[in-house]
Each structure stands twice: as C-alpha cells, then as structure tokens.
C-alpha cells in the first residue's frame, strides 16, 4: 500500500522510488545466472516463455 506521501510523490514526479528487493548478493548471483543462460551454458533454460504485453 502506498502512503499518502508517495501518493504525493507518484502524481507529482510520475514515479514511485521502491525499496532494495535483492541485496548485492543476490544481484551477482543472477547476473551470473543470466549470462550462462545467454551464453547456452545452462541446462536450466525455462520450460515456457511467454510475451505478456504482446496482442494476440
């Protein structure tokens, strides 16, 4: 939920700054995922990809 403040924020700047998801820990551990998977290096390739935003 958003505070009224953000709410402020939101309207006036079009955009709401959202707190750390992942810690830099994290951050390496994907980014290092995401080049082997780029990279065909991975057996761990998703089994279903779908495009949300395309209109079918």
């Known amino acids: 939920m958003l505070?009224?403040?953000q709410v402020?924020?939101?309207e006036?700047?079009?955009f709401v700054k959202g707190d750390v998801v992942?810690?830099?820990e994290e951050v390496e551990i994907?980014?290092?995922e995401l080049d082997l998977?780029?990279?065909g290096k991975t057996v761990?390739?998703?089994v279903l990809n779908r495009n949300l935003?395309?209109?079918?």
């Open 8 to 10: 402020q924020l939101f």
């Open 37 to 39: 998977v780029l990279e």
């Open 44 to 46: 761990k390739k998703p």
């Open 12 to 14: 006036r700047d079009g």
């Open 3 to 5: 505070t009224a403040e």
């Open 30 to 32: 994907l980014r290092r």
């Open 22 to 24: 992942l810690n830099d």
């Open 53 to 56: 935003a395309s209109v079918q």
